[in-house]
């Protein structure tokens, strides 16, 4: 029998471009939240800052997250451009960092500067979990394609602004609902770039039938957990 997988989803406060501050609170989330896989929003290390710097997996000031997993036996799954460029998910854990995914479905101002990368799958433990940024849930197609590479849950980070908190759950209860799988969307909170005076926050987490297990409230800083099983 597969073992439960806890999952958390963290919406850190966020300075922009400040990538050694971000990582500090990342790191600070990671031990909050007592959970195997943290999942962080959009761009979460630089703020949605379409012209930030991309962040390299070996970049010395990701090490305070890298030590958190260490600590605590976590994978965090941070959001930040990097090479490609790409908008991508750096996956964290005690023994580093590595690049493994990037956003696909790019808006028109995002695909001045990035380019798409291609639906993609991370193993934890005994569960495959489907990666996503941000555009990515609004796209039946995504969650199909990723769906197809085999996945046990559906997880993204995304900036959305404050009137759009209800996406992450519609969004989300489709996902369940067309492929029988867990859902986790830490979503950006407080104020960042490309004009996002305010963000939804609302992270949340959806069990496989689409019921909302565990959420977040719009403030910064907050983490919300549930245990996905099978």
């Not at 305070?64 to 996956?91: D, K, N, Q, W, Y």
Request: glycine share 12%; with cysteine.
């Amino acid at each position: 029998m597969t073992r439960p997988l806890s999952i958390a989803v963290a919406q850190p406060r966020c300075a922009a471009h400040d990538v050694a501050a971000n990582a500090e609170a990342h790191a600070e989330a990671v031990r909050a939240a007592g959970a195997r896989v943290v999942v962080f929003p959009e761009m979460s290390l630089t703020g949605y800052e379409l012209d930030a710097t991309p962040v390299a997996p070996d970049d010395e000031r990701l090490a305070p997250i890298v030590a958190a997993c260490a600590e605590t036996g976590t994978l965090a799954l941070a959001g930040a451009p990097v090479a490609g460029p790409r908008i991508g998910i750096l996956a964290l854990d005690g023994d580093g960092a590595r690049v493994v995914y990037g956003k696909v479905h790019l808006h028109r101002s995002e695909a001045i500067r990035f380019v798409p990368g291609e639906p993609a799958v991370i193993d934890v433990d005994e569960w495959r979990l489907g990666l996503a940024v941000c555009r990515d849930t609004g796209f039946p197609e995504h969650a199909a394609r990723t769906a197809a590479l085999g996945i046990d849950g559906y997880v993204a980070g995304v900036v959305h602004a404050g009137h759009e908190a209800g996406l992450h759950g519609e969004r989300a209860r489709r996902v369940a609902a067309d492929h029988g799988v867990w859902v986790a969307t830490a979503a950006f909170a407080g104020p960042t770039g490309g004009g996002f005076d305010r963000t939804s926050g609302r992270s949340g987490i959806w069990s496989a039938d689409g019921k909302l297990l565990a959420g977040t409230s719009a403030a910064p800083d907050e983490i919300a957990r549930a245990v996905f099983t099978k």
